[in-house]
């Protein structure tokens, strides 16, 4: 994509002259003008801007060459150059790590040019991880972990029900679904509290009455989903990052989405966006209803009901400046017929964020986000009213200094929770301040052969003071962590002539504080574990891996993967244990404990994409599987899939290894419950028409096809299930 600026020269003569001389005038005029452009053409300056063709943002630091001169220079921040031609220079050659190479021709009436480069795919075609760009937070070539990026506004992902099940399907991560229908995520043995969920990199608060729901996050309002597999930069310690990328368009669009599903379970959800290039504002809403039954029951005597609602709006005053703000609401209710239990949640984010890049100041991201979870449980053994809130501030600062950098990650969390239960009241606030400090060195690529890409340095320290209230029944003492943790990284990477290869590996130690809701369900242990106290869990992590892509995009056949080996010990490992027959558990310090894993992912894709394998599979080792409840020994995932362009189709193979869950009944006695391996045959066919600037669609899912069913607490799970999805977008 490239557009032209072309010096013009105009001359108005006024004469009232005889006709030879005035050709005469204007031959010796034509003759200067050609002598002044010869003399010039050693010394002609030309302008460049180089930005995505894509998002039409302007690329910093592409390289830029004349060619034969091979004179050479890179673009600023603000994706301009300038360079100084020579007498035969006649081909400009631009290139980026990220996106296609591109090569133009240039002429002497040449004084500004603007060239677009596409996007280079590096990474399996679902998880569509691009260099620097996007708006994601991890990129596949900076990030030293294993980081997939799942396109959830892709219309077969409509099939889906919530996000849980679009992570299920598509990633090999443990999503477990409890016998009240709340799906949480787990990745390398993690326990909840372990995880970091984020949207558009901003945390959001999972250490409440109850872990974040994945089940009251649905795919409308979101553009992709990252999973990220380890700590990182910003969240050190965890053992995986799950980052909501919301949508946010700026130009204008409506979408309306409809699904029909086995037991009277259906969804909707519709949405609207309008934007100019500088403003965008966009609203969606849906609503979905599910069913699950007791398998000696024929009816479905569990009802789980669910509305959401998604607001944003985005100003890009500059070219480097974006302001963005965003709601989501999301209402949930669960319904046992059968036992009278009952669940209500609501889940109410706002957020504002400013991103801000220079090449001089660096990039400088600053945030505030208010959220509020309020609800009511009413079960057998227990019932709470609940208020859980934090206001959490922070800001992301990285400064680029040659072949180095600094990045600063500070966040500060107001944590409020205040619940009246049929035990006692218990209320707490809790400030939570985290410090992580960066240092890295980089290169770029300039030789053949393996290079050092960069190494990293990362220092962080946490301060936690635990309040109590003064109504506070259940927990009245004030407690206060004081808490630090280092990590450093090294990445190397070869460019082969088909393929890149990059290297890695980290080493760290962590920690992690008991959440508000561990300290409070740690008071409601049984008797036998009275004496028993609730400490800071340690963990030092270690892993290498290797990621390998097709260097040319659109290549046939094209490749992409990698594998990791990760290894975390463990200190003061905190282990759940639940009350028999009841989804309430409590925790309490199980001592050592040490999980290892490989983990492996592959996709090929051959006849011009058509046709395309992909294969995920995880296998852990455990010092103890009952330090780890409701972790398998094994997942993976493999499909086929067939694009036909309109018509599109998937075949699907999930394995889950057997799980084990702890569980104390009336009596104070500890029973271990396995849950048996499960295989599950999926297929999805979806099939769409484009007339102008509208798409319909029509997908059916099919979920558990051989009807290999899970049983938990007597409530079947991952049952036997098929969806009929239709849509209609407009853009």
Same mark, same amino acid.
């Given at each position: ?101 591109? @090569?133009?021709? *240039?002429? #002497? +009436? $040449?004084?500004? &040019?603007?060239?677009?480069? /596409?996007?280079?795919?590096?990474? =399996?075609? %679902? ?19 294993? @980081?997939?990026? *799942?396109? #959830? +506004? $892709?219309?077969? &992902?409509?099939?889906?029900? /919530?996000?849980?099940?679009?992570? =299920?399907? %598509? ?24 995880? #970091? ?14 872990? =974040? ?490 979920q558990n096809l051989n009807d290999d069913s899970q049983s938990l607490d007597g409530i079947s799970i991952y049952d036997k299930r098929i969806y009929l999805s239709m849509g209609l977008e407009w853009k």
């Amino acid at each position: 994509m490239i557009y032209k600026k072309t010096l013009l020269g105009g001359v108005f003569l006024f004469s009232y002259m005889n006709r030879d001389l005035i050709f005469i005038k204007w031959l010796a005029l034509v003759c200067v003008l050609c002598l002044n452009a010869n003399s010039a053409r050693g010394q002609q300056a030309i302008r460049g801007f180089v930005f995505d063709s894509a998002t039409n943002e302007p690329i910093e630091e592409a390289n830029i060459i004349v060619e034969p001169s091979g004179v050479g220079t890179s673009t600023d921040g603000d994706g301009r150059f300038v360079l100084e031609l020579q007498d035969n220079d006649s081909v400009l050659v631009v290139e980026h790590i990220a996106f296609s190479r591109s @090569v133009v021709k *240039i002429s #002497v +009436s $040449d004084e500004a &040019i603007q060239i677009g480069l /596409d996007a280079e795919i590096i990474s =399996l075609k %679902e998880l569509d991880v691009v260099g620097e760009t996007g708006r994601g937070k991890f990129s596949q070539l900076e990030t030293k972990n294993m @980081v997939s990026d *799942i396109n #959830v +506004s $892709d219309i077969s &992902i409509r099939s889906y029900s /919530d996000i849980g099940d679009v992570l =299920l399907n %598509e990633e090999s991560v443990m999503v477990s679904e409890t016998s009240t229908g709340a799906k949480t995520i787990s990745i390398r043995g993690a326990r909840q509290e372990e995880m #970091v969920y984020m949207y558009d990199g901003v945390k959001m608060h999972n250490g409440g009455r109850r872990s =974040l729901d994945l089940s009251m996050f649905d795919v409308s309002g979101l553009e992709t989903v990252e999973v990220l597999r380890g700590s990182h930069e910003g969240a050190s310690g965890s053992s995986g990052t799950i980052n909501f990328v919301p949508q946010l368009s700026y130009s204008n669009g409506a979408s309306f989405y409809q699904r029909f599903g086995t037991y009277n379970t259906g969804s909707y959800h519709t949405g609207l966006s309008l934007g100019n290039g500088v403003l965008s504002l966009g609203y969606g809403t849906g609503n979905s209803v599910s069913r699950q039954f007791y398998e000696s029951s024929g009816n479905a005597d569990i009802g789980r009901e669910s509305i959401n609602q998604f607001i944003s709006a985005g100003y890009r005053p500059l070219s480097n400046t974006e302001v963005k703000l965003y709601q989501i609401k999301s209402e949930r209710t669960y319904s046992n017929y059968y036992n009278a239990d009952s669940i209500g949640s609501t889940l109410l984010v706002n957020t504002v964020k400013i991103e801000r890049s220079s090449t001089q100041f660096g990039q400088l991201d600053l945030y505030v986000s208010d959220q509020q979870t309020t609800g009511e449980d009413n079960i057998s053994q227990l019932k709470t009213d609940r208020i859980d809130g934090q206001v959490i501030t922070g800001l992301n600062y990285k400064l680029p200094i040659n072949n180095a950098y600094v990045e600063l990650f500070l966040d500060r969390k107001n944590i409020s929770a205040d619940w009246s239960t049929s035990q006692g009241d218990f209320a707490l606030e809790r400030e939570h301040i985290s410090l992580s400090g960066v240092f890295g060195l980089s290169q770029k690529k300039s030789r053949e052969g393996f290079e050092i890409k960069e190494f990293v340095l990362n220092i962080n320290s946490d301060i936690i003071k635990d309040k109590e209230i003064n109504k506070s029944i259940l927990l009245n003492n004030d407690v206060s962590w004081k808490e630090s943790g280092a990590a450093a990284s090294v990445s190397a990477w070869d460019h082969l002539e088909m393929a890149t290869i990059y290297l890695y590996a980290n080493v760290g130690n962590s920690f992690r504080v008991p959440s508000i809701s561990e300290r409070y369900a740690h008071v409601l242990r049984p008797e036998i574990f009275s004496q028993d106290s609730l400490m800071v869990e340690y963990k030092i992590m270690k892993e290498v891996g290797i990621k390998l892509s097709s260097r040319e995009a659109g290549s046939s056949p094209s490749f992409s993967g990698g594998m990791s080996y990760f290894q975390y010990g463990y200190t003061n490992k905190i282990k759940n244990i639940q009350y028999s027959g009841s989804p309430l558990q409590f925790p309490v310090n199980y001592g050592s404990a040490e999980i290892s894993g490989v983990e492996l992912n592959m996709e090929v894709l051959t006849f011009n994409e058509l046709l395309s394998f992909r294969s995920i599979y995880s296998s852990y080792n455990y010092t103890d599987q009952l330090s780890f409840p409701m972790q398998p020994i094994s997942l993976s995932r493999n499909s086929v899939s067939l694009n036909l362009g309109s018509l599109s189709a998937k075949l699907a193979l999930k394995d889950e290894g057997a799980r084990v869950l702890t569980t104390v009944n009336s009596d104070g006695d500890l029973v271990n419950n396995y849950l048996k391996e499960h295989r599950s045959v999926d297929v999805n066919i979806s099939y769409k028409i484009k007339f102008r600037d509208f798409t319909t669609s029509v997908a059916i899912f099919g979920q558990n096809l051989n009807d290999d069913s899970q049983s938990l607490d007597g409530i079947s799970i991952y049952d036997k299930r098929i969806y009929l999805s239709m849509g209609l977008e407009w853009k």
